[in-house]
Structure formats: structure tokens, C-alpha cells
Antibody
Framework: QVQLHQRGPGLLKPSETLSLSCAVY????????WTWIRQTPGRGLEWIGEVNHSGGTNYNPSLKSRVTISVDTSKNQFSLKLSSVSAADTAMYYC?????????????WGQGTLLTVSS | SSELTQDPAVSVALGQTVRITCQGD??????ASWYQQKPGQAPVLVINGKNDRPSGIPDRFSASISGTTASLTITGTQAEDEADYYC???????????FGTGTKVTVL
């Protein structure tokens, strides 16, 4: 059974950089799209971006200027960096596994990390 | 704003059938997947775009598509099906992914 375990801080000040990691246990690491998704009461679920095992990335245009997603295949782990956070970035952040298929679906999710941005 | 629109809420009597819809232009070209989310939990995939259910998902969940509207149907709804449901697909450009606005299902 595939499991995703997230790590990272839950509280940041405005202008700081969010750094989250997601470790993948079980299953193959290659061939999937390792994804970050966030959720707020106001904006619902928002796809942030994805990385494949080769390091190829794809980002949501609305966040692209501030987002970096990277992969460490030696550790079966991938990471999210979101720079210059503000209160608008307060959200629950999830990592997830995206299918290999054109019609992507997300079949395994991390437990979630609640980020609060406050001075 | 989301490019996939869902009704905010729907209610269904225990044991009856409920259909949840998701409307968006991208659905002419791309399949939708469906997720169930209960309070305080991460979303769970219930149907992928191939209309397959992951292991452990009951066969009372099914999906269909007509034009620009995708539907998730729960047949014989159980109390444990009370949750928020979200659709997901590519955006209209096909370059990234979007989620629907979500539907809260209440089981009466």
C-alpha cells in the first residue's frame, strides 16, 4: 500500500518561504506525477503543481512565479517551496500521487499540513 | 475561480439514489475523477476518469459523462456517504488541473 507522509512547518510570517516535503512509501516512485494541492474554505481545492521522477515540472499559472517543486529519487521524496507567503496562502496543503495517464487522477494523498501565515 | 462547477449541496434519503454533477468545457476533452472528503480528512479517490473504483470503494459509486457535464451517482446511499464530493479534470487549455467547487451531500 502506498503511503505519503508530509513534513513541514505550520506557521510562517508574511514574506517567508514555505518548505514542505513528502516522503513516499510503497509502490514505484517512477512513472507518476508527484503533486501538491492546497485547500481553503474560500477557494476550495487548488492544484499547485507536479513533478515527475525525472524532475520535469508543471505549475499552476496563478502560482508559478513563487513555486518550486523538486524531487529526490534517492529518498523517494518530493518537496514544495512557495516563496513570499501572505495570509492568502493560509491553507491545508496536501501532497498526492498523480496517475501516469493523460486524464490525471490522484489516488494517494498525504495527511495534510495546515499552514497559517500570520505576523 | 474554478472552471468546474458543482451544485453546492444536495440531500438524499437513506437508501435512495443521488447524482452529483460537474460542469465544465474541458470535460468535452478530458475525463473527470471524483473525490470524497469527510471532515478533518484528506480527499479520497472514489472514481478515476476510466470509471474505475479503487480497492475498497463500494460499487454503489459510478460515474458518467454527457457533453460538458460529468456525473457521480451513488445508488443506495448509506449514512457513511455523507461528505463533500469534488470532481477534478484538466483546465480548458489542457495545461494544468482544476477541481470542482464541491458538493456537500447530506443523508437524511
Amino acid at each position: 500500500q502506498v503511503q505519503l507522509h508530509q513534513r513541514g512547518p505550520g506557521l510562517l510570517k508574511p514574506s517567508e518561504t514555505l518548505s514542505l516535503s513528502c516522503a513516499v512509501y510503497g509502490g514505484s516512485f517512477s512513472g507518476y506525477y508527484w503533486t501538491w494541492i492546497r485547500q481553503t474554505p474560500g477557494r476550495g481545492l487548488e492544484w499547485i503543481g507536479e513533478v515527475n521522477h525525472s524532475g520535469g515540472t508543471n505549475y499552476n499559472p496563478s502560482l508559478k512565479s513563487r513555486v518550486t517543486i523538486s524531487v529526490d529519487t534517492s529518498k523517494n521524496q518530493f518537496s514544495l517551496k512557495l516563496s513570499s507567503v501572505s495570509a492568502a496562502d493560509t491553507a491545508m496543503y496536501y501532497c498526492a500521487r498523480g496517475s501516469r495517464w493523460l486524464h490525471r487522477y490522484f489516488d494517494f494523498w498525504g495527511q495534510g499540513t495546515l499552514l497559517t501565515v500570520s505576523s | 475561480s474554478s472552471e468546474l462547477t458543482q451544485d453546492p449541496a444536495v440531500s438524499v434519503a437513506l437508501g435512495q439514489t443521488v447524482r452529483i454533477t460537474c460542469q465544465g468545457d474541458s470535460l468535452r476533452s478530458y475525463y473527470a475523477s471524483w473525490y470524497q472528503q469527510k471532515p478533518g480528512q484528506a480527499p479520497v479517490l472514489v472514481i478515476n476518469g476510466k470509471n474505475d473504483r479503487p480497492s475498497g470503494i463500494p460499487d454503489r459509486f459510478s460515474a458518467s459523462i454527457s457533453g460538458t457535464t460529468a456525473s457521480l451517482t451513488i445508488t443506495g446511499t448509506q449514512a457513511e456517504d455523507e461528505a463533500d464530493y469534488y470532481c477534478n479534470s484538466r483546465d480548458s487549455t489542457g495545461n494544468y488541473f482544476v477541481f470542482g467547487t464541491g458538493t456537500k451531500v447530506t443523508v437524511l
